[in-house]
Every structure is written in structure tokens, then in C-alpha cells.
T-cell receptor, first 110, second 113 residues
């Protein structure tokens, strides 16, 4: 069974700082890796999806990388803003299912 | 606008009562999923369906039931057999392809009276 771990569980940074969120997974047979954002009491919003044949994806200030051999993915957020404050979750697709990490709660301090 | 609608937003259940959570999508997605989210535990899969009239159990299906009579609808029933139903329930859908993301509804928060 796929196990997905996210470290750190919580992170607080001053506005403007660049930061990296980490996601590790145990089953390298994933066919994609997704990063999501979740605001309090809300559903998940897809940020980036990396297929297993890709190494990274970029969208605006966000860059996600995937290293299947080491079982790791990172989400890089450049020039953080208070509006980036949310919980960030990663999920690995294996077979017909997606396995989620427990998330990193990010607070960007103005 | 295309999207996933979950209702109600808040739901309360009495002991011994079954309750049904609604999930409707107008994205024309084949696959639909139900997840349960508890504090500090991430999302866990309850049931999923890739085609009408067919569905599969996820990791925590006990005490839950689903149906998929229409492509756009995937209701979840929390039965009285589910002893700890208090949680945030999320419905998702996707195109069955490795390059397509899951789309989520805004969730239903279920509490016990």
C-alpha cells in the first residue's frame, strides 16, 4: 500500500520568502503526483500535476518536481504572499486510487 | 460553470440513523470518488466508481454505501454501522487519464447529535 508523508506538518514564513514543501512516497509505481491547496473548511484545489514520465511542472510562482527513484516530490513557492496561507497536500496515483499525504499547513506572515 | 456540487454543507446524524450525502458533477467525468478527512490523517478513500452501475471499495468502506445510477451523481450513505462518522467528507471526480487532475467539491461536514 502506498504511504505518503509530508514534512513539515506546519510552516510559518515571512512574506516574500521562497519556500519548499516536501512529499515522500513509498511506491515508485505512481503514474502521477498531484499537489493541492486546501483552505479551511473547503475542498481541494489542484495546483500542479506531474505525470510519472515528467520531472517537473511550473505554474506562475509554483514549481513542482518529481523524483520517482528516490520517492520524493517538492513544491517550490517563490516570493510567498499572505494569500498563499493554506494547507498543501500531495497525492500519488497508483492503480485506480490516489493516496494523500497529511498536508503541510503554511502561514505567510505579512 | 462546470464543477462538483456537494450538499448539504453541514449535516447532523442521530444515533442509529442513516444519512445520505449528495455529490453531483457536470464535468462529464467518468470517475468519481468519496474521501473522508479527519484532523491530522489526510484523506482516506471510502469508495470510487469508474463507470455507471459499478463501484469499488476503498480503504475504509465499512459502514458506508454508494450508488452510481447516473454518470453525474454519486451519493454516499453513512449507515448506522459506521460508529465514528464525525468527519469532513469530500467528493471528487476525474477523467481516467494519468495527465488529468482530480476535481473536488467543497465538502460536507457530518456531526453526531
Amino acid at each position: 500500500k502506498q504511504e505518503v508523508t509530508q514534512i513539515p506538518a506546519a510552516l510559518s514564513v515571512p512574506e516574500g520568502e521562497n519556500l519548499v514543501l516536501n512529499c515522500s512516497f513509498t511506491d515508485s509505481a505512481i503514474y502521477n503526483l498531484q499537489w493541492f491547496r486546501q483552505d479551511p473548511g473547503k475542498g481541494l484545489t489542484s495546483l500542479l500535476l506531474i505525470q510519472s514520465s515528467q520531472r517537473e511542472q511550473t505554474s506562475g510562482r509554483l514549481n513542482a518536481s518529481l523524483d520517482k527513484s528516490s520517492g520524493r516530490s517538492t513544491l517550490y513557492i517563490a516570493a510567498s504572499q499572505p494569500g498563499d496561507s493554506a494547507t498543501y497536500l500531495c497525492a500519488g496515483g497508483v492503480g485506480n486510487q490516489f493516496y494523500f499525504g497529511t498536508g503541510t499547513s503554511l502561514t505567510v506572515i505579512p | 460553470d462546470g464543477g462538483i456540487t456537494q450538499s448539504p454543507k453541514y449535516l447532523f446524524r442521530k444515533e442509529g440513523q442513516n444519512v445520505t450525502l449528495s455529490c453531483e458533477q457536470n464535468l462529464n467525468h467518468d470517475a468519481m470518488y468519496w474521501y473522508r478527512q479527519d484532523p491530522g490523517q489526510g484523506l482516506r478513500l471510502i469508495y470510487y466508481s469508474q463507470i455507471v452501475n459499478d463501484f469499488q471499495k476503498g480503504d475504509i468502506a465499512e459502514g458506508y454505501s454508494v450508488s452510481r445510477e447516473k454518470k453525474e451523481s454519486f451519493p454516499l450513505t453513512v449507515t448506522s454501522a459506521q460508529k465514528n462518522p464525525t468527519a469532513f467528507y469530500l467528493c471528487a471526480s476525474s477523467i481516467i487519464s494519468s495527465n488529468q487532475p482530480q476535481h473536488f467539491g467543497d465538502g460536507t461536514r457530518l456531526s453526531i447529535l
